[in-house]
């Protein structure tokens, strides 16, 4: 029991060491961004974030807000989507710091193609009007306002646009021109009806203002781009932040989840109100020591109640693990699993080149009996065919292959011009079609029309033929004998007789066919 006793308390102080770590390490935070290292600090004083955003009673701990601005749990709807809607909500304290970083999770819907009006943030010296003029806020501020502006009052078509516009309390906004001719930088980017909520990093450290926009198309919550950023900008201190939203004959849901506000701090400087943090710090190191004296009287007891049983500090040693030991166990494991790695891949190789070889010989012994089929047919004489051994392809057959190829293509030609021949006589057959009339009923179909067109112009051309030959034969020029080419020549009357009764047995034919579409027609 008392064993077990030690080993919790040592787990206990392993405890209170770490939570010390941490907040030692929470205090001298640094963030990296910056060239010579920022000490941040999360202020909830003013801040917003879900869940439980807005209170029982509807408050906003810490915040104000008015007009038609609607808190819920999870988030603050500055402006409803109905017509001429102004809302706004502010902090109900100044800030105490010179520089900070506000992270602002919002979301801009609408049903119209173009939204109205926007969404501003702003960074005054006096907490603005919840039912104002720009942007549902207070006209002529000491500050800075950031716009998120959605509708394109100057017609230039450059919106929705981000805009970040100064003012010393005497200039009056330029609505007429969204801004253009007073903002200070800005960006064009879309923020309207998109599948993730729309993320803003609005930055202010050494006069230096920056604006990080998240389009919010990747539910990447680090994914930022620049929108811009100015040198040389001059805020008054102790301001208030707030953010306003209207809508006019257009309207969107202007709904906002997030307000994040971090203090900076240069190096060096330490941060406000450190009372704190340094009573729950000294706190937890006094608890540290007095639990660590007080595992050193157990200790001690229980060598004296167990003399037998005490062990040496080295034979504890045993059942933790050094430094090295660890880092020589991790050695050993990663070089475990690449060679596990490895002998996985030699195995799959080793069965890829299996397949290939198979694979190969059953191409050489496909080659073989073509080739085997094939010299007999040629000449007579088979030639042998030598196969490479180890996979590689021999001369002979190289050539076996492309004259295979070449019969091959010798098909696709005799194939082609099949095609085009039956191609050719389709295409006469439909001119034929074309030419036949159509207004009339026809005794005979379109293929028989076609092959008795066909018929009268070999008439013709055998006319012209045998009118040339008496011609040459009535000459005076001419031979008395005129022997045949070819000795095959047949004679005109012989001609005339076997084309007439081709004629008529076409007509017969037709006759009969149309008889016999006649009589089938009956029986329907």
């Known amino acids: 029991m008392l064993a077990a006793a030690l080993i919790s308390s040592c787990k206990f102080v392993k405890f209170v060491f770490v939570i010390l770590t941490f907040i030692n390490i929470s205090n001298a935070q640094v963030n990296l961004n910056h060239p010579g290292g ?110 998120f502006d959605s509708f394109d009052n100057d017609n230039k078509h450059n919106n929705p646009y981000i805009s970040a516009v100064l003012n010393d309390g005497t200039k009056q906004f330029d609505h007429q ?43 990447n919550n680090e994914d930022y781009e620049l929108c811009l950023r100015s040198d040389g900008v001059q ?47 000294e706190k937890l190191t006094q608890e540290y020591k007095e639990y660590q004296e007080k595992l050193e009287k157990q200790k ?27 880092e020589l166990r991790q050695i050993w494991q990663g070089q ?11 195995r799959k190789v080793d069965e890829v080149i299996g397949r290939q070889e198979n694979t190969l010989s059953l191409v050489s012994r496909g080659i073989s009996a073509a080739a085997g089929a094939a010299a007999p047919a040629g000449g007579g004489q088979q030639q042998p065919i030598a196969v490479g051994v ?16 070449n019969s091959l293509l010798a098909t696709i030609r005799e194939i ?6 039956i191609q050719g006589r389709t295409d006469t057959i439909i001119q034929a079609q074309q030419r036949a009339p159509t207004a009339q009923i026809q005794t005979a179909g379109y293929d028989i029309q076609s092959i008795i067109a066909e018929m009268r112009d070999g008439m013709n051309q055998v006319k012209q033929g045998v009118a040339q030959f008496g011609q040459k034969v009535g000459s005076p020029n001419t031979n008395a004998q005129i022997s045949c080419p070819t000795g095959n020549c047949v004679g005109v009357t012989l001609f005339l007789s076997v084309t007439v009764v081709q004629l008529l047995l076409v007509l017969l034919y037709n006759v009969f066919k149309s008889r016999s579409e006649a009589q089938a027609k009956k029986f329907y």
């Open 336 to 346: 475990s699993q690449i060679f596990e790695h490895l002998r996985e891949l030699s």
């Open 177 to 219: 021109n969204d801004g253009t001719t007073q903002l200070l930088s800005g960006c064009l980017r879309d923020f309207r009806n998109k599948p993730f909520p729309t993320r803003a990093r609005i930055e202010y450290y050494n006069n230096v203002l920056t604006v990080l926009f998240h389009n919010g198309m990747t539910n």
């Open 416 to 421: 082609r011009n099949l095609v085009g021949d």
């Open 38 to 147: 920022v000490h941040r600090r999360f202020e909830y004083k003013y801040s917003f974030k879900p869940p439980y955003l807005a209170q029982k009673d509807g408050t906003v701990p810490f915040w104000e807000y008015g007009g038609n601005a609607i808190a819920s749990a999870e988030s603050v709807r500055v402006a409803p989507s109905l017509r001429s809607q102004k809302g706004a909500i502010w902090t109900k304290a100044p800030t105490n710091f010179d520089w900070w970083e506000v992270e602002i999770v919002f979301r801009i819907t609408g049903r119209g193609r173009i939204g109205a009006d926007g969404l501003a943030f702003w960074y005054t010296t006096q907490k603005g009007d919840y039912n104002g003029e720009v942007y549902g806020s207070s006209d002529r501020w000491n500050g800075l306002g950031v716009f």
């Open 235 to 281: 805020l008054p201190k102790n301001g208030y932040f707030g953010l306003s939203a209207a809508t006019g004959g257009l309207a969107d849901d202007h709904d906002v989840f997030h307000f994040l506000t971090t203090s900076l701090h240069p190096p060096g400087q330490i941060p406000a109100d450190p009372s704190k943090v340094a009573d729950n710090s």
């Open 390 to 405: 180890g996979g590689t392809i021999t001369r002979p057959e190289v050539d076996i292959l492309i004259s295979n190829q």
């Open 300 to 326: 001690q007891q229980y060598k004296k109640e167990h003399p037998n049983e005490v062990k040496d500090d080295e034979e504890w040693e045993e059942f933790y693990e050094s430094e090295n030991q660890r």
